[in-house]
């Protein structure tokens, strides 16, 4: 049993990124060369939070981040938290983060929380943010009230659940927003607030040596011909993800070519707006939700396309029949949570 007066033990995973990322004489931008124990003694009162182990898991730009990736530091955590590891920190480049997050999300299934940082300001620029994001971070990995959470995004001192966060700004230290629920919680003068602990979580089993099938991400504009559609096939994709219109609709002209699709791989409906559920019952008309469900399309509920696309990766990953892809749309896509188990295991959280 932990001593009351013990710091709770959090591991923290650096992979690179603007908060690793200096300039020197001889270079013209920043490139992530910081290791994590020197990011972590940035962060000045880290140490009296929480007994930090810093790991050097890789060094580079979030960018080159995979879902294999992903499922190493899963295998990693997972084999630690026998340790008696209290919570874990990820700190990497922001690009990325609404996505490796969401992917941490699905792929976690302990109380231990994992919290993932970064910055928006190099080590190099006026303003750093990267020593408070991950001061804050710790916070909220070595606190009991994020358990049971899931993966969580801590970044400008707010607190987001994986599932909502999106990267909204090019550069603005706030540039990390969940337009549709809001941040869950804060931090305050070093105390983690949860607000709000969204209902559900989905838990995915997937093995580390498991192989990520492409799936297409195409964003519908006006006067779209669809092309693109009927590319996909040759070229080796296994599903898509349509970022339409509005609620969930597309041009008259992308009608048959996605009727064609939906026979030869998964086909999944979001909106290009990035906030709102896919409509489903509302509008009939050429290239409305309706006809596209009518045609075997999948609709992804309020998930943003990004987070669609890796969901539909995953779900093929494990060999998911389209009804077993669709339930689990349905289940982590909804915005009240699971409402059914899925083709994963779905675990309710108390408001």
Not at 2 to 22: K, M
Not at 144 to 154: K, M, P, S, Y
Not at 203 to 230: F, K, M, N, Q
């Amino acid at each position: 049993m932990r001593s009351p007066n013990a710091r709770p033990l959090v591991d923290y995973f650096a992979t690179g990124g603007t908060i690793a990322s200096v300039r020197d004489e001889h270079t013209v931008g920043a490139t992530p060369t910081l290791t994590a124990k020197d990011i972590a003694e940035s962060a000045h009162g880290v140490s009296e939070v929480a007994a930090l182990r810093a790991i050097q898991f890789s060094q580079q730009p979030s960018s080159s981040l995979t879902v294999h990736d992903l499922l190493r530091m899963r295998d990693e955590m997972a084999a630690r938290v026998d340790d008696g590891v209290r919570g874990f920190v990820v700190s990497q480049g922001t690009d990325t983060i609404e996505e490796t997050a969401f992917v941490l999300d699905l792929l976690w299934d302990d109380d231990a929380p994992v919290v993932v940082t970064g910055a928006m300001r190099n080590p190099s620029a006026p303003g750093a943010d990267g020593p408070a994001n991950l001061l804050a971070a710790v916070h909220v990995a070595a606190h009991d009230a994020a358990r049971g959470l899931g993966c969580l995004v801590v970044l400008n001192d707010e607190i987001h659940a994986a599932r909502y966060v999106r990267k909204a700004h090019t550069f603005s230290p706030s540039a990390f927003q969940s337009p549709l629920v809001g941040p869950v919680g804060w931090v305050v003068e070093g105390r983690p607030v949860i607000a709000a602990r969204p209902v559900g979580r989905v838990h995915l089993s997937l093995p580390t040596e498991s192989r990520i099938p492409p799936v297409a991400l195409i964003r519908v504009g006006l006067d779209d011909d669809g092309r693109l559609l009927r590319r996909l096939t040759e070229l080796g994709f296994a599903g898509v993800v349509i970022e339409a219109f509005g609620g969930g609709h597309v041009t008259p002209a992308m009608v048959p070519l996605i009727a064609d699709l939906v026979a030869e791989m998964p086909v999944a409906l979001a909106s290009r707006t990035g906030v709102g559920e896919v409509l489903s019952s509302t509008y009939t008309f050429p290239g409305s939700e309706i006809e596209l469900m009518e045609l075997g399309v999948i609709r992804v509920g309020a998930l943003d396309s990004l987070k669609a696309r890796l969901l539909l990766a995953m779900s093929l990953a494990r060999g998911d029949m389209r009804d077993d892809t669709a339930r689990l749309f349905r289940d982590v896509g909804a915005t009240s949570g699971p409402v059914t188990g899925g083709s994963g295991s779905a675990r309710g959280q108390s408001p």
